[in-house]
């Protein structure tokens, strides 16, 4: 069955959002497989958003990240990846639909509270990445 890696930001953490985040996903149906605390290393973090190494947010946005603490998850079920996007809503807030995730608990792009795999091979780059090569949950 499909998996997708769901992480919730430092910022969704310190606000105590870790709760909904997972009782969002439940309800909708999706089985929790994997889950831990963690304050990932620079590098993991700079590993993680590589495909962003030329924003010029980039820099903010693993200085932020690499913070922690994160919540990191891995969710299982059917069209998980896209679903799980869905849920979550746009990345800038001022597009996040009502409703969604984002659209309900952010204002900030910068402070958006929740990752989560944009295809399907970002999900098993970021599943190895964060929760051991295999992917063994
Ligand atoms: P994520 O990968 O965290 O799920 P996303 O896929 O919706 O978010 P990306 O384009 O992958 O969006 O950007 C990764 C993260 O970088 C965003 O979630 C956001 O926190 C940050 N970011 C994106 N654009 C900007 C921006 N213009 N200014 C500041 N931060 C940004
Ligand atoms: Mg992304």
Avoid at 106 to 129: P, Q, Y
Wanted: charged share 25%.
């Amino acid at each position: 069955s499909e998996r997708t890696f769901i992480a919730v930001k430092p910022d969704g953490v310190h606000r105590g959002l870790v709760g909904k985040v997972i009782q969002r996903f439940e309800d909708r149906g999706y089985k929790l497989v994997g889950l831990k605390q963690v304050v990932p290393s620079r590098d993991m973090t700079e590993e993680h958003y590589a495909d962003l190494s030329k924003k010029p947010f980039f820099k903010g946005l693993v200085d932020y990240m690499s913070q922690g603490p994160v919540v990191a998850m891995v969710w299982e079920g059917k069209d998980v990846i896209r679903q799980g996007r869905a849920m979550i809503g746009a990345t800038n807030p001022l597009e996040s639909a009502p409703g969604t995730i984002r659209g309900q608990y952010c204002i900030s792009v910068g402070r958006n509270i929740i990752h989560g795999s944009d295809s399907f091979e970002s999900a098993e780059k970021e599943i190895g990445l964060w929760f051991g090569k295999a992917g063994e949950l």
